[in-house]
């Protein structure tokens, strides 16, 4: 909402509370509140708030405006989300949390399940899933590190 749009809807709300004194400062904490709010979700949260029989004698505040509203900000993040279903695992889930968290954990978790697989340790997806990613990424350097000795115990043996 712009400060005008606020001020617009305090003009509205005195028209109904007659015994509100408006003032700037009034003004500037409303405005501070509402800001990031959509200005016509507002409005009608003041009509839905005016036709509430209890609150005949009780002036609003600006968070009772806001109620079940959520801010311009989040809609923004909202509308670049998505549904999606990682092609490793097939589970469905929000792209941001794909991209934030689970892609490099998934590759991480498959990688770990072949790898124990060769030798003969059989665990599920969900076995390993229940580890964080850094206890799973350490598990894999420990994997890595035994392997590379074994590879070189062996060329010893060769030579
Ligand atoms: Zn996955």
Not at 45 to 60: S, V
Request: glycine share 2%; aromatic share 10%; proline share 1%.
């Amino acid at each position: 909402m712009s400060e005008s749009e606020v001020s617009n809807l305090l003009d509205r709300v005195k028209l109904h509370y007659q015994h509100l004194s408006l003032s700037d400062e009034l003004l500037e904490e409303w405005f501070r509140v509402l800001k990031k709010y959509n200005s016509d979700e507002v409005f009608n949260n003041l009509d839905k708030y005016l036709m509430i029989e209890k609150n005949r004698d009780r002036i609003p505040n600006p968070f009772d405006l806001t109620d079940g509203l959520i801010t311009e900000n989040q809609k923004e993040k909202l509308k670049n989300d998505y549904l999606i279903d990682c092609n490793l695992c097939h589970k469905t889930m929000l792209l941001s949390e794909y991209n934030s968290t689970h892609y490099k954990k998934c590759l991480l978790i498959k990688a770990l399940i072949r790898k124990l697989a060769k030798e003969g340790t059989k665990v599920t997806y969900q076995d390993l899933d229940n580890y964080s990613y850094e206890r799973l990424d350490k598990l894999y350097d420990k994997y890595l590190e035994k392997n590379k000795k074994i590879r070189i115990e062996g060329i010893r043996k060769l030579c």
